[in-house]
């Protein structure tokens, strides 16, 4: 298990568009409970987070993304493994080490559907859903290091290695294209679609933001008069491509498509090369962050150049190394050290009293519901016989009514399955 490269790779010069594809093997799924449905269950009032045990082999997580199922996917570096997990915490685990081995980095949905991951090696690596894998040689033998992957505009995969920035088509055929300044070693190299139609990457070795062309393979550098080492990039909501910095100085910068930049400090102590390695945009279309040894996740507002820090109830000697957005507009963080998958709530719901008791019949009492962005609940009695609940004024409010001596239970339920549950007793 390793995320460094050490063995000094030979200068490749042959490039272009012949592949060798791995064997194609269907994996047989873990036995694991039915999927609950596609959104996260808030546990508690106004719970911020959510956790998630995997058993999984676990310690060293790699990439997460939002698959095409509805459910996230994260690699088990350890076990080489891709792990599904729904948004109950269902889980299945792939296990992929013919493929992956213990090095896969990172990973990006492709246009078919199917799961791309760069393995710090000569391949990338293709899974389906199902779990059938294949392994597609890069022509030029060049290395993807901790390199990113991700879908582009065109609705090709475009992924960087030490001296290239390559393209995987659904069909397999992997075309590479040589950066401008050779030799190098872009061990970091994030990439993604611009708002330009463009793919935007980072050249860490050349302190550098590339443009490529996809139509023509045409490249523009851009070169970064700050040190910076970029790793990560993502494409905020303001349409720029925004980058975290490989530095000891926290530093994120970003790029407009015209090719200006601009970087600033954001403050904290994120230190080491794999600090802020990886970013995401997060369901708000801002980029999300995980700085690996701050403890914590953080958030960029691109219209003030400022974060906002989140800390997750880790468990000792764990610690943030991806995240992503969610299709259920929540922000899904995994781990080293650990076996937690955490889950960012944006828009908790808190509700109150979270218990009711009643000392009469035909009593009525009042719960309340906060949730910022949503303007609509529902709420069910167990047994209506003992309380009724209906809707009150405003939508907030629900009144629940005792009917009968004994125990019951009344549920709060938003509109992407969030629910609190109130306790109440009628004696």
């Not at 505009?153 to 300044?181: A, C, Q, R, S």
Request: proline share 7%; glycine share 12%; with cysteine.
């Amino acid at each position: 298990m390793s995320r460094c490269i050490f063995l000094a790779l030979t200068l490749c010069l042959v490039w272009g568009c012949t592949i060798r594809s791995g064997p194609v093997t269907p994996l047989p799924p873990q036995a694991g409970p039915a999927e609950a449905v596609p959104e996260v269950v808030q546990r508690g009032a106004g719970a911020k987070f959510v956790q998630f045990k995997t058993p999984t082999l676990g310690l060293l997580f790699g990439a997460i993304v939002a698959g095409p199922d509805g459910n996230m996917w994260f690699v088990d570096e350890n076990a080489g493994a891709l792990v599904r997990i729904g948004m109950g915490g269902a889980f299945h685990e792939f296990p992929l080490s013919t493929f992956l081995g213990a090095d896969a980095v990172s990973m990006a949905v492709g246009a078919d559907g199917k799961f791309y991951l760069s393995t710090e090696s000569t391949d990338i690596v293709q899974v389906t859903t199902g779990g059938m894998a294949a392994s597609i040689h890069i022509p030029s033998g060049d290395s993807t290091a901790l390199d990113g992957i991700a879908r582009g505009p065109d609705g090709n995969v475009w992924f960087t290695e030490f001296n290239h920035i390559g393209k995987i088509t659904p069909m397999g055929k992997i075309t590479e294209f040589k950066y401008l300044t050779q030799p190098g070693t872009n061990q970091y190299g994030g990439v993604t679609g611009g708002s330009d139609g463009n793919v935007w990457f980072a050249e860490s070795s050349q302190n550098a933001i590339g443009r490529i062309v996809p139509s023509t393979g045409k490249i523009t550098m851009f070169h970064i008069t700050a040190p910076c080492t970029p790793a990560a990039v993502v494409l905020a909501k303001d349409n720029n491509v925004w980058f975290a910095c490989l530095v000891t100085s926290p530093t994120m910068g970003r790029i407009a498509p015209s090719g200006a930049i601009k970087t600033f400090s954001i403050g904290g102590s994120f230190g080491g090369n794999e600090t802020m390695q990886f970013c995401a945009r997060g369901p708000d279309g801002e980029p999300w962050c995980a700085p690996r040894n701050n403890g914590n996740v953080f958030r960029v507002n691109t219209a003030t150049d400022t974060i906002t820090t989140f800390t997750p109830p880790f468990a000792a000697g764990e610690s943030p190394d991806a995240v992503a957005a969610g299709p259920d507009g929540n922000v899904w963080i995994d781990t080293i050290g650990g076996q937690h998958i955490d889950v960012l709530v944006l828009e908790p719901m808190a509700v109150t009293p979270t218990s009711l008791t009643f000392t009469a019949l035909s009593q009525t009492k009042i719960v309340t519901v906060a949730q910022s962005g949503v303007a609509h609940w529902t709420a069910v009695s167990s047994n209506p016989s003992v309380a009724t609940v209906t809707q009150g004024s405003p939508a907030s409010k629900f009144n629940v009514k005792s009917v009968h001596v004994g125990t019951c239970a009344v549920t709060i339920s938003d509109t992407v399955h969030n629910f609190v549950v109130i306790h109440v007793i009628v004696s």
